[in-house]
């Protein structure tokens, strides 16, 4: 297939559940599987690519570079994705992103890298199917790059949707959308709230701790899978008010992983949340910082918010698709 000229790439960033932490090949290797249930949001990682006039490359994130070869990127996933790719020179890499990237817990630097690699092949003139990213982005983060973390984020990049999804020991990925009838879906949607807490943390710091004790921590983690299987069940019952009683546990069980999971500003906010009609939630993603996911009735939402000044409500809802292209331009 030709080459295009430009391709742009939009990717959804996610919220999990129940299950984070299980998808770490530290567990689900030794314990049958692991599993998560999760869901891409409406905000999203933007990337274009675009063939440059010139030999050399240009990068374009949070910083700028401009290299002769691709061994001199310093931004990791890029030089990775580039090589990989086998893309040598004349190309230039922009991304923008709807939330900052970095230490939110929305899982972000899976997301960009699904959405590069989407907006890489297409620029090759390759259609990749979700199932292809989400596998070469696992690969480069967890394989080349050896970066701590599981697999859920890269799969709710590139599949999209409301999903449970389980990892087995033998290193496959079954990808189960939930099956829920679209008012209970709306009315799940509606009793959530996401906040921001500020800071920002290195997840891949908190996942090598973890990684480290999972072996001391087997149980708890099983405990956190079981949680999993069991909301999946709820969900596809419609019992979607039971969510709640879940994030709750969830997160009793992942604050004893780590003591840098929490601190006293996120347990203040938490409990005040309960304090206020809150019947769970979560720190996303690996923890530290970043954003509180709450679930409670529509009604609370005010008293909730009036009782946490200080945290930023990001409103958002259940995104259906995963990495798409928005954009390419033949090569003519």
């Known amino acids: 297939m030709d080459k295009n000229n430009i391709v742009i790439t939009r990717t959804p960033l996610r919220i999990t559940f129940c299950g984070g932490g299980t998808d770490i090949p530290e567990y689900y290797k030794n314990n049958s599987y692991g599993c998560a249930v999760n869901s891409a949001i409406n905000k999203y990682i933007y990337v274009t ?3 440059r006039f010139e030999n050399n490359l240009r990068i374009k994130y949070s910083l700028t570079e401009n290299v002769d070869s691709v061994e001199d990127i310093k931004h990791p ?3 990775e994705s580039l090589k990989f790719l086998g893309i040598k020179n004349s190309i230039e ?8 990237s970095k230490g939110t817990g929305l899982g972000s630097s899976s997301t960009f890298l699904v959405g590069l690699l989407n907006g890489l092949h297409n620029w090759l003139g390759e259609e990749p199917g979700p199932r292809q990213l ?10 080349i790059l ?6 859920q984020d890269q799969y709710v990049a590139a599949y999209g949707g409301l999903n449970y999804m389980r990892f087995k020991s033998d290193e496959s990925v079954e ?5 829920m009838n679209k008012r209970d879906l709306k009315s799940l949607e509606a009793s959530l709230l996401l906040l921001y807490t500020g800071g920002d943390r290195s997840s891949s710091a908190i996942l090598e701790k973890q990684k480290k004790a999972i072996s001391d921590k087997t149980e708890q983690y099983t405990k956190m899978r079981t949680l999993t299987d069991s909301l999946y069940v709820d969900l596809e019952m419609g019992n979607w008010k039971s969510t709640g009683k879940y994030l709750d546990e969830n997160w009793k069980i992942k604050r004893s992983f780590e003591d840098s999971i929490s601190n006293g500003f996120i347990d203040n906010a938490y409990n005040t949340a309960i304090s206020k009609g809150a019947e769970g939630g979560k720190l996303v993603g690996a923890g530290g910082s970043g954003f509180l996911l709450l679930f409670a009735d529509k009604s609370r939402h005010d008293a909730i918010m009036s009782a946490l000044p200080s945290l930023r409500q990001e409103d958002f809802r259940f995104e259906d698709s995963g990495s798409s292209v928005l954009y390419k331009s033949a090569t003519t």
């Open 49 to 51: 690519v675009n063939k």
């Open 77 to 79: 996933s890029i030089r």
């Open 93 to 100: 890499i922009d991304s923008i992103s709807d939330i900052p």
């Open 134 to 143: 989400a596998e070469e982005a696992v690969k480069i983060e967890r394989e």
């Open 146 to 151: 050896k970066e701590a973390g599981g697999k």
């Open 175 to 179: 990808v189960r959308p939930i099956r």
